[in-house]
């Protein structure tokens, strides 16, 4: 894989936190390079360098994403519970309306109609349905880091109704990232879908 577009790492990080998320997820280490599987594409994370799946260095957001990802892996796996809104969790108030814009409001106003559509480009993020639809006309379950899915539930639009959507964190979402890259990785999944249902 090449490596001489590889751009650095926001900050440094030690091998022994990159073999620490090795062990306790599916991100695989090898040669102090963490592979980690964002939204099913891997990126590799070194002490001091991010790259891409073609060797290309990542934006800066998704550089500073994973280097938090990393930094903050807990000593101590939080256990799998509730779900819970962006507005729910602690610290988020000044970013509310913005992520609500990013995300729901993208999803609502790029696929009111289109639900097939939403569907093809959730797989392509690797979305999956998931088996209780919890009275939605589509419940997707997306894999964007180990340990940390997010979930979109989404109703078409029916007159005299009009689509609905929301996405759906884990709480223990905050033991691995912070509200900002929090912000970032929903509006970075709502992006990536409203690209493909603009093609």
Same mark, same amino acid.
């Given at each position: 894989?090449?490596?001489? $577009?590889?751009? #650095?790492?926001? &900050?440094?990080?030690? %091998?022994?936190?990159?073999?620490? =998320? ?5 991100? @695989?280490? !090898? /040669? ?17 360098? =991010? ?8 934006? !800066? ?5 994973? =280097? $938090? *990802?990393?930094? /903050?892996? %807990?000593?101590?796996? %939080? +256990? ?7 507005? !729910? ?11 609500? $814009? $990013?995300?729901? +409001? ?13 569907? @093809? ?5 690797? &979305? ?22 997010? *979930? ?6 029916? @007159? #005299? ?12 979402? !905050? @033991? ?14 709502? &992006? ?8």
């Amino acid at each position: 894989m090449q490596q001489s $577009n590889s751009g #650095p790492a926001p &900050g440094p990080v030690h %091998p022994d936190q990159l073999a620490a =998320v090795a062990k306790n997820s599916e991100a @695989a280490l !090898e /040669n102090q390079h963490l592979q980690i599987p964002f939204f099913e594409t891997r990126y590799r994370l070194g002490p001091t360098t =991010v790259c891409g799946p073609t060797g290309e260095r990542p934006t !800066e957001t998704i550089c500073d994403l994973l =280097v $938090n *990802y990393v930094l /903050n892996f %807990p000593a101590v796996l %939080p +256990k799998t519970d509730r779900l819970v809104s962006f507005r !729910e969790l602690e610290g988020a108030g000044p970013l509310v309306v913005s992520f609500a $814009n $990013n995300t729901n +409001k993208t999803i609502m106003t790029t696929f009111a109609g289109k639900r097939p559509l939403l569907e @093809a480009a959730a797989g392509d993020l690797g &979305g999956r349905p998931r088996n209780h639809a919890c009275g939605f006309d589509l419940s997707l379950k997306f894999q964007a880091l180990p340990h940390i899915p997010l *979930y979109l539930q989404f109703n078409d639009a029916e @007159a #005299p109704f009009p689509a609905q959507c929301s996405l759906l964190l884990e709480a223990s979402i !905050e @033991a691995f990232l912070d509200m900002r890259s929090i912000f970032t990785l929903g509006t970075f999944l709502c &992006g990536q879908l409203a690209a493909r249902g603009y093609d």
